[in-house]
């Protein structure tokens, strides 16, 4: 062991077959036989109905922005810069400043045809430039585009006005359905639905299990950063029902064991922290750079799916969502049935379309003490309009409840332009100073 080191470390057992799943679905991106689309179908239904298409492929631009950002910065400076001369600014979100300009490329990275879209569904979310993100792609290829509505208010709860939203949310989907059938000739496979609800309900619970032990388990036996390898297997990255649940079962089986045995990620944790959305993907490097001090990252409320997974509890608590299986007296018998179950409060990734103001606000701090955590690290992005919605307002909550906080700036994720890692070293070398820590000596 290093010096230092008071926890055994192992590498991850599950992550041969990580990469199986994710070479399969880049795979099914490439193939000719296939209908590739742009967008996100599992939005508000508490699925992905795309998959119940045969021929259907449904990519959103975060998975596929982020892994050309993470394997290949130089190709991804060419795809933005390819976007920029043709009159998108440096302002828009990263992700698609890298998808426009493979598009415009023609080609992605190994020298291989860009995956044409024949289809755009942009992701409904409340951060509103995924609304814009159809609009190139739609405009390049003159493509069919369709519009899933995201529904949410402030306010008192309104039982009424869910009821509505909920109803045109159905409509929405059926719309989209119908008109893909019609124009692509394809059969949507209603007696699927039931596997993908399954599917996507055994995923979450694995989830959330694998954040209950990262949080309640010192040293935790898994960091964010090898959570961000796999996290979107069976949600944006697309993998058949049966594999999605064998291998979140594994993941969650393997963490447990890990926790149990006190295998840990960071052999010589003493400090935990968590961020706030994810990283740069470009330069993960500043994870690693953090285990020299002894600290682990535990994640955001992106990587553990915050508002799907936790909620407030009746008793004011912050805990586990409850999401149920199929209740008895919830008739499934028709197409119109299934997204109308989907959309219900029960079932719903994000529960009611109500959102207070106490969201922004508190939850990153409910969070962080749920994950045990001693400090924070919040950057500041330019780009991508909600990213840093009540940022500086959170820092303040998080110093409140005792944690101590660092900000850092930068582009977007899937942007490196205006991130100066050198300054990030330099500021993370200051704050785990501040904290009285120095760096394990190694040898």
Wanted: aromatic fraction near 12%.
């Amino acid at each position: 062991m290093a010096k230092g080191q008071v926890w055994e470390t192992r590498p991850l057992e599950f992550w041969d077959f990580a990469k199986e799943l994710r070479a399969g679905w880049q795979k099914s991106i490439e193939s000719k036989e296939n209908v590739v689309g742009q967008g996100n179908c599992g939005g508000d239904t508490g699925f992905d109905w795309s998959q119940a298409f045969p021929a259907l492929t449904v990519i959103e631009d975060n998975p596929v922005g982020a892994m050309m950002q993470n394997k290949n910065e130089p190709y991804a400076r060419r795809a933005r810069l390819a976007s920029e001369v043709r009159g998108w600014g440096r302002e828009i979100c990263g992700y698609q400043g890298n998808c426009w300009g493979g598009q415009f490329l023609g080609y992605i990275e190994d020298g291989t045809a860009w995956p044409r879209r024949k289809l755009v569904i942009p992701m409904p979310c409340v951060c509103d430039q995924h609304a814009k993100r159809g609009q190139q792609a739609r405009d390049f290829e003159n493509m069919p585009q369709w519009m899933s509505d995201r529904f949410i208010y402030f306010g008192e709860y309104d039982e009424e006005r869910e009821k509505a939203m909920m109803e045109h949310k159905v409509y929405c989907n059926m719309k989209i359905i119908n008109d893909i059938e019609r124009i692509f000739g394809q059969k949507f496979d209603d007696d699927k639905v039931p596997e993908l609800m399954n599917a996507n309900k055994a995923r979450s619970e694995c989830s959330k299990e694998i954040s209950r032990i990262m949080a309640e388990t010192i040293p935790t036996p898994l960091s964010v950063k090898d959570l961000y390898s796999v996290y979107t297997i069976g949600g944006l990255t697309k993998v058949d029902p049966e594999d999605t649940v064998k291998f979140w079962k594994m993941v969650r089986d393997e963490v447990q064991w890990r926790a149990d045995n006190h295998i840990a990620a960071v052999g010589n944790e003493r400090f935990r922290w968590i961020e706030a959305h994810p990283p740069s993907w470009h330069y993960m490097k500043y994870y690693r750079y953090m285990e020299d001090y002894g600290a682990v990252c535990l994640g955001s409320q992106y990587s553990h799916g915050v508002g799907s997974n936790y909620d407030m509890q009746p008793d004011g608590s912050f805990g586990f969502r409850t999401e149920p299986a199929y209740p008895a007296d919830t008739p499934i018998e028709t197409r119109e049935d299934i997204f109308r179950f989907g959309a219900t409060p029960r079932v719903r990734p994000n529960g009611s379309m109500k959102v207070d103001e106490y969201i922004y606000r508190n939850r990153i701090v409910d969070f962080a003490k749920f994950m045990q955590a001693d400090g924070a690290l919040l950057p500041i992005w330019r780009h991508g309009v909600g990213c840093t919605l009540t940022r500086k307002e959170q820092a303040m909550y998080l110093r409140e409840a005792g944690l101590s906080v660092m900000h850092y700036e930068g582009s977007q994720p899937g942007d490196r332009n205006d991130l100066d890692e050198k300054r990030l070293l330099d500021q993370l070398d200051t704050w785990m100073q501040s904290l009285g820590f120095r760096k394990f000596d190694k040898n």
